[in-house]
């Protein structure tokens, strides 16, 4: 039983739950990708994955972050085919107009005076070390690594 399969059988509630997307978000987006599809092989070539398959996928990916090596793992699918899916399908879905985003400040026109954004820079934080009452954690022993054998000295 394949991942798609597995979501097709469960209630609205946990659908909406592991993929990220309500049951008729998931239709219009399979209905593009089928277009999509058809387009690509309407002369013939090799099938692939199903989109259904393709799709779930995708928003597995976008909705866990987990690593293709993992999905691979749990799908039994190559890791640089789960890739091909996946920006396969963000391609497909962000060349369609029904999931186009359009610009933000269009979007967001009216409530645009009240969105603001805070950057926090967290890449150069100082690391905290113990600076007082180091002596009485520190056992004062050496591990053989730190040793310096009499022949390393000459």
């Known amino acids: 039983m394949n991942a ?4 097709e059988k469960i209630d609205e509630k946990e659908f909406k739950l592991i993929t990220g997307v309500t049951g008729e978000v998931f239709s219009a987006m399979l209905e593009v990708l089928k277009k999509k599809y058809k387009e690509e ?5 090799a099938p692939g994955q199903e989109v259904e398959m393709r799709l779930t996928l995708a928003l597995e990916y976008w909705r866990e972050y987990r690593t293709f090596r993992h999905m691979a793992n749990d799908h039994q699918i190559g890791k640089s085919t789960i890739n091909e899916m996946v920006v396969w399908v963000e391609e497909a879905l962000s060349e369609s107009e029904e999931f186009k985003l359009k610009d933000i400040k269009e979007r967001f026109k009216e409530e645009a005076a009240k969105i603001s954004v805070l950057v926090v820079d967290v890449e150069e934080q ?3 070390r113990p600076v007082e009452n180091q ?5 004062g022993k050496k591990t053989a690594h730190d040793k310096v054998s009499d022949r390393d000295k000459r």
Do not use: A, L
Request: charged content about 35%; aromatic content about 12%.
């Open 4 to 7: 798609y399969e597995k979501i």
């Open 135 to 139: 002596e009485e954690s520190y056992s």
């Open 126 to 128: 100082p690391i905290e």
């Open 41 to 45: 092989h309407k002369q013939g070539g």
